[in-house]
């Protein structure tokens, strides 16, 4: 599926900018209160302070992770060999691995830290089941898994408080537009690879049931009011170009805050290169235009097709 632009088949471009860093949701200044909070409470619990990093990309949450009281190690994976390598080259005095979730090394880490990795992951797989198996397969039994999450509280916790590989030990927190949620790795008798596919089946149900039945982007209400604002561009709800469509499908609403005009065109051309893989009449969905501009102007599509859009998202 496709999920708030965070498709990491181009994370490359998307976590980069001019000054060489990305911060995605919420910055560490912004994070560090909590933190402090929760290392001080914990602290008895903790034989030492070394922490792993799922997901790293181009943010200074690593380096500014080694300033926490009695952080030792910070140790930073990314499946992304051009990330890795840059960062490498920026912070040499850190450890920077190139890692799929799958190829995590298991040690036993203190702390894993994941902002927003399980976020991506779920927006690709439809669950974030392989980062619950990396983080508990890095961690040391009793060791503190950190998730800094787009989800709510309400969701963020039973994905994770499962009574398998994690149990939740300090109340979530709202950072920004974040949720921050502690969890305590279990003392586990089997393998955590063991549990993936149970792991995995519970989380597509939770992700399910709170996008499709609880938490849906197209209920008879919504859909009558993007019906009428489609209208109002074009009568016949035909054609729209994808910045009228944008404005239509996502202005005015909690969205609008995380999904940005060019993160909706990525996943815009994503949808229509699985469409015109799996359908033959893909074509139809799309009217192109002779023009040599913007790829933006050289396509627009039906109230129909941006329909199909939200429901590949959901």
């Known amino acids: 599926g496709l999920l708030l632009g965070i ?9 980069s900018n001019k000054h060489g860093n990305f911060e995605w949701l919420c910055s560490y200044v912004e994070l560090a209160p909590k933190l402090r909070d929760i290392v001080l409470a914990l602290r008895r619990n903790l034989r030492g302070s070394s922490c792993v990093v799922l997901g790293c990309g181009m943010s200074n949450l690593s380096s500014d992770l ?8 910070v140790c930073s994976l990314d499946r992304e060999p051009e990330i890795i390598e840059a960062m490498a080259k920026r912070e040499p005095q850190l450890e920077w691995r190139v890692a799929q979730l799958e190829e995590a090394v298991t040690e036993d880490f203190d702390f894993c830290f994941d902002k927003s990795t399980s976020d991506a992951v779920a927006a690709e797989r439809g669950h974030a089941a392989d980062v619950a198996i990396c983080a508990a397969r890095c961690l040391r039994p009793g060791g503190l898994y950190i998730v800094v999450s787009l989800y709510p509280a309400e969701l963020v916790e039973p994905l994770l408080n499962d009574g398998l590989l994690f149990s939740l030990v300090a109340p979530c927190t709202q950072i920004k537009n974040a949720t921050l949620a502690v969890f305590q790795k279990n003392i586990l008798s089997i ?4 549990l993936l596919n149970t792991v995995a089946t519970r989380q597509s149900q939770l992700f399910n049931s709170w996008f499709l039945d609880r938490h849906p982007l197209l209920t008879p209400q919504r859909y009558a009011v993007l019906e009428e604002k489609w209208r109002q561009f074009n009568p016949a709800l035909g054609h729209l170009e994808p910045k009228f469509a944008y404005s239509v499908l996502f202005t005015d609403t909690p969205l609008s805050k995380l999904y940005d005009h060019d993160s909706f065109l990525s996943d815009l051309s994503i949808f229509f290169q699985q469409r015109s893989a799996t359908s033959s009449t893909a074509d139809t969905d799309i009217r192109k235009k002779n023009c040599s501009s913007s790829d933006e102007d050289n396509f627009a599509f039906d109230f129909a097709t941006a329909l199909a859009f939200l429901m590949e998202m959901q």
Do not use: I
């Open 66 to 73: 080694k300033r926490l009281e009695n952080v030792r190690r």
């Open 191 to 194: 393998s955590p690879l063991s």
């Open 7 to 15: 498709n990491r088949k181009n994370s490359y471009r998307m976590r």
